[in-house]
């Protein structure tokens, strides 16, 4: 068995003809054998280095050696065994629930927003009226905050896990199953819907429970180690859900659930994170920056990353949205938080991505008085700068070179953001900690690695601030408990131990696995 790589240029099918032969000579077999060949494609990436090619990592063996294929396990039907509740039907709570079904438990499932489809009149009201429904919106709702950001699958670390799982979950439940080798899988928030809702059914119809609506206000350890869970339910009586174990998968912007922590005792840590801007490109420009100007129609759309260093802080692009929009994230009244999508084809004239800074408690002393919530209030007060300057959900803005010159912008460029831009000087309104080191990325970036990138045609919008938690719940390393409260298992973008759909479903697993 062996492993090689057979390259195709883009608009061409790789053909079996081709794999097979290029087999038979690194098996070094007759040609007479080519049909008895097995082989399975691995992986697939663009190289765009010299001419434009796709290059596969192919696995091929003999046809009497054994090639393992990946089998998911099977569900069980959990409606009479015991339960465990999940808070939150994010990544990290679905796969929980997901693994919890194969090993016989029955997951109960409280998500405080809505489903995944009445979720998206909320985000209408959100984007067309500037009305936050603070249960329901881009961050809140059944598939959490992934669900409406591309779908982006990037994490390629095996250290969190097996990422097949993930992935032959997703494909198991209607995702292209070209997610399963390409180097950058997406999914598109115009098909994860179906994908989340198809998670949903299978894990009722196998015993499982879901709530929606159904905010957590209240945790409590009863003396015989089991926990009562109280849920501000559609009605005027709150809810309380009883079991043994408790997932806590509430995603990065629960900021309620990090205060009930604090009244109450339980430890949690100030986290540093990221905070910039959404950057927004004419799409055409990034396709020829990347392809360095031979981007064909039928080429995938192009996508950059990049990472560099700026007076001893990282700064680096998050969530980066080919062909994508901008869309409002905020969470409750009086805040402003940008965050960016893409639905599947990626075919919105428009590039966008979050451009920020790394933020560490240290570098913001005046907000120690808040204890692990120092960085939370900063973050807060962030966003609702943004918001008191322009006083709706518009989004202050200014262009690139000007925002490095730090003069005011002449007029803006159109934008992809439905609520709108309004002129403002950024660079002023954000902390000088990230405004000045932006300043100096900028040009770094477009003189060194992607040229044409810095130019007064891209677009800088404030403010990209939920890049990850800024607490952490900690949690034992072995258990995955908390430190304090055994049987409660934080989890995922919001106890601050992942970051994105894949790692966040991973730990979700994990945690789960424990139980």
């Known amino acids: 068995m062996k492993e090689i790589e057979v390259t195709c240029k883009l608009g061409k099918e790789l053909s079996e003809d081709e794999i097979l032969m290029a087999a038979v000579k690194a098996l070094g077999v007759s040609p007479k054998m080519k049909s008895q060949l097995k082989y399975r494609i691995l992986r697939r990436s663009i190289d765009a280095r010299n001419d ?81 429904n603070p249960d329901s919106n881009y961050c809140f709702g059944e598939g959490g905050a992934g669900t409406f950001s591309d779908g982006k699958l990037y994490t390629r670390s095996s250290k969190r896990g097996d990422i097949r799982e993930v992935l032959h979950q997703l494909v198991r439940f209607g995702a292209d199953p070209s997610i399963l080798i390409d180097a950058h899988p997406h999914i598109g928030s115009d098909r994860l819907p179906v994908v989340v809702e198809n998670i949903r059914k299978c894990i009722i119809e196998h015993g499982g429970e879901y709530h929606f609506d159904s905010r957590v ?7 015989d180690g089991s926990f009562d869970v109280t849920v501000a339910g559609c009605g005027s009586v709150p809810e309380v859900y009883s079991s043994r174990k408790v997932i806590l998968a509430t995603g990065h912007s629960a900021r309620d659930i990090y205060e009930m922590f604090d009244r109450k005792g339980w430890e949690i840590q100030s986290k540093g994170f990221a905070l910039g801007v959404r950057v927004e490109h004419p799409q055409s420009l990034i396709n020829k920056i990347q392809y360095h100007g031979k981007y064909q129609p039928y080429m995938p759309t192009a996508e950059y990353s990049f990472v560099t260093q700026v007076l001893g802080r990282g700064v680096f692009s998050f969530c980066m949205c080919p062909g994508g929009i901008l869309v409002p994230a905020a969470t409750a009244e009086g805040e402003l938080v940008l965050n960016g999508m893409s639905n599947s084809q990626r075919n919105s004239k428009w590039a966008n991505s979050g ?40 989004a202050p803005a200014q262009r690139m070179m000007d925002f490095c010159r730090r003069i005011p912008s002449t007029g803006l460029p159109q934008t992809s953001y ?65 430190v304090q409260v055994s049987g409660l298992y934080p989890c995922g973008e919001g106890a601050g131990y992942a970051g994105g759909i894949v790692s966040s479903a991973l730990d979700g697993i994990n945690c789960a696995a424990r139980i």
Do not use: W
């Open 52 to 132: 434009i090619l796709y290059r596969y990592r192919i696995e091929v063996c003999k046809p009497d050696e054994v090639m393992q294929e990946y089998v998911l396990e099977d569900y069980k039907d959990v409606s009479s065994a015991e339960p465990v509740i999940i808070i939150g039907a994010g990544p990290a709570g679905m796969f929980a629930a997901l693994r919890l079904l194969m090993r016989g438990f029955r997951p109960v499932i409280l998500e405080r927003g809505k489903d995944v489809h009445a979720r998206k009149f909320d985000m209408a009201k959100l984007s067309r009226d500037g009305v936050v």
């Open 217 to 223: 206000t209240d945790i409590v350890k009863k003396g």
């Open 355 to 394: 451009v920020v800074v790394q933020i560490e408690p240290e570098d913001f002393p005046e907000y120690a008085q808040h204890g692990p919530l120092a960085l939370l209030q900063f973050q807060k007060d962030v966003e609702r700068k943004m918001f008191e300057y322009t006083g709706s959900l518009k």
């Open 418 to 482: 439905h609520p709108g831009a309004e002129n403002a000087p950024l660079h002023e309104l954000l902390p000088e900690h990230v405004s000045l080191r932006l300043k100096y990325a900028f040009p770094e970036i477009g003189n060194k690695k992607m040229h044409g990138y810095y130019t007064n045609d891209a677009l800088l919008l404030g403010v990209e601030s939920r890049t990850s938690s800024p607490v952490r719940i900690p949690r034992d390393p072995e258990t995955l408990e908390h």
